[in-house]
């Protein structure tokens, strides 16, 4: 048996990281076992089908190379691959449905449905199909058909019957057929619902092991059953934890930006390094490593090791992480990834981001942090965090000026010139820092201003100086470089 996994997303949006933490646990169950995994798109809700969704997929999978075997994009010997292109497939199985019984038309209308929710809700009964339809005569149904009546397929469920699986993930599993809905499979533009295109497609693709989220579960039996109409072998199925909101409540909610795949390739986050961390979040490496790689992961992972509790998304523990792959990388690497990552630095001076590159490494979360932690060592600051100090500034100025550009003199004159004043020197190396980078914090100081040099520095003292305190321009007048 090859195993085959597959990921059966909506073309609605960007996926939400949920879903590459199940596109994580199909690739590395398949790679492991010598199989396939395959992206099957599930486009029958056309209602919310977004424009252009089904290239951000294909693109947010490459970019954590996490790229399918067999998909709508590149083909496989099950094509198609977009449910939108199996109409007739769909159609042929419901009727082998409605000619055994299990499935049956309805032609209930809308205003019907929701008079009969209604009445439900005013007498406190769960919103289920009264299986009015199921009561139809042959003859009845005939007519209709013949009429051209708008209609659905449901299914017929059982009464009274226990439905049970086995979860991989989730261990043994029962329900009572009594609260399953005589769920829709075709709705009345011919298009299946989730549930059977589901069921038909996992069947006739091959697939032997279904991961997804445990919000699926309540939909499960329903499956169950339609896999017993066909007399078909019901893959193997294991219901994810769902990744929860960091405090714990609820499914990491698309309020979040941090939901969005967009979120980690906008703000630079590694992908190998996010990959880690979600790994990290549902299943423990048996030697307690948090830093490993993904063929590591795939050699050491055991599905049945699952924690069956929904993780919480820590966003500190994932900055911690990536930070880890960031210093991992050789500067030149790290350099590379960078430029390719913020066009800025692909246009600025490549030996002088050479230069910077160990020291703002160090302070480096993501790739966008380059930027801002570095963006002073190519342009002038244009604003400052915190208001600038004449008095520290022209002293600087001129403690600097004949000072040996190296950070030990640097750092002894700037001392003195804090003692001579009584100023606490933290705050005269943060005037310091504030005029040349216009920020708080950033890289070391004075290894940084190393790297400036000393003309630049006393320009941006001086400059500052004179935009903000022009009576001093007079004052320095000819001591500029
Ligand atoms: N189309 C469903 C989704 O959008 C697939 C669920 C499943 O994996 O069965 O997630």
Known sequence: MTVRTRIAPSPTGFPHIGTIYQVLIDFAFARKAGGKFILRLEDTDRARFV??????????????????DESPKIGGPFAPYRQSERLPIYKKYSDELIAKGHAYYCFCTRERLEEMRKNQEAHHLPPMYDKTCLKLTPTD????????????VRMNVPVHEKIAFDDLVSGHIEFDSDVIDH??????DGFPTYHFGVVVDDHLMEITHVFRGKEWISSTPKHVLLYQYFGWKMPVHGHLPLILNEDGKGKLSKRHGHASVDYYRKLGYLPEAVLNYLSNIVWNHPEGKEIYDLDEFIKRFDVEKITSQGPRFDLKKLDWVNGQYIRALTDDALQTRVSEFDERVSRADAKLVAKTMPLVKERMHVLSDYWSLASFFFTKPDSFETPLRKDMLSGLYETLTPVDWKHEPMEQSIRQLAEKNSWKPKDVFMQLRLAVTGKTVGPPLLESLEILGKEETLIRLSVELDSHYPSFEEKIVGKKP
């Open 183 to 188: 769920q829709v499979i075709m709705k009345s």
């Open 51 to 68: 424009e252009g969704a089904e290239d951000v997929i294909y693109s947010s999978l490459a970019w954590f190379s996490l790229n399918p």
């Open 141 to 152: 149904v005939k007519a209709k058909l013949d009429a051209g009546v708008p209609h659905v």
